[in-house]
């Protein structure tokens, strides 16, 4: 009996024993979880398809986190749950992070989140030219022409100018630069949709096409968003009387890689399809990625008698019912030098 006793006893001492060391170590897991990892700039790594825990915490070591041993994660991840948990990605690593909230982060799929912008005024060999430059991006377009893109997109025999909407666009690793197109071509359907839905009465325009070349030309010409509705304006009366509407950047956009930062006369006496000195009503196509004020001017432009309008140097524009005020205008403000 006395043995019993004595084995009972020592069986529960190491129980309590195991207890305790089990306790301290989770204790200390716990410490260490919440401890701040030392780091004075952002890192990056990245989680792979089939990627496990242990590869993940080789890739934490690479990255530069020494602190804690690989039982102290392990353990820390099956604790959390989060071992299991870990999502493919690209993680940043800030500041300050614990291995708590960096596990927390990787099971949540917290990602880096890179940016693109499209931006308003560009026309689409622009916007090819920023998408190639942008490394982060995977490369998809470069060796298809204009055509092949837009019938990849699921618009084949579409010219691809004015259709992606200006905006910025985050995306994350492994993102190709047909899918940021793809986006972009989806928020202007959109927008445009909506805008063309929304449109004041009686303009000129027979279809949401229309509206897009006009909102591109009014992109082109000015800056100013105050500016945009005026503009649009005269362009619609003389869309309305049935004068040629003789915008320069329309001029510009037909030269192609020929412009040179100049208009001469003859460029604007030289036939394109798409110079409004030269052909009546608008261009075929839109000249530019037009932003959603200015498609919202086209839609809504102001009314008045204004049928011209000349650039003051600052910025701005002079606006005039007549073509002799125009031209003192044009006197003024552009041939004062």
Partial sequence: MAKGRKGRWFLLFLLLLGAAVGYLYYVNVLAFGNQPLASDAPREVIVEPGDGFST?????RAAGITEGSDWQWRLLGKISGNASRIQVGEYEIKPNATPNTLLAKMARGDVVQRRFTVIPGRNFRELRALLQADQQLDDEIATMSDAEVMATLGR???????????????????????QILARAMKAMDKQLDATWKGRAPNLPLKDPDQLLTLASIVEKETGLAAERPLIAGVFVRR?????LLQTDPT????MGASYDGNIRKADLERDTPWNTYTRAGLPPTPIAMPGKEALQAAAHPTGGDSLYFVATGGGGHVFNASLDAHNAAVRKYQLKH
Avoid at 56 to 60: E, F, R
Avoid at 251 to 254: A, D, K, L, M, T
């Fill in 156 to 178: 084949p025999k579409v010219s691809p100018e004015g259709r992606f909407l200006p905006e910025t666009y985050a995306y994350t690793r492994g993102t190709t630069d047909l």
């Fill in 56 to 60: 993940v915490l080789a890739k934490l």
């Fill in 251 to 254: 001029v510009i956009y037909g």
């Fill in 239 to 243: 869309l309305e009387k049935g004068m």
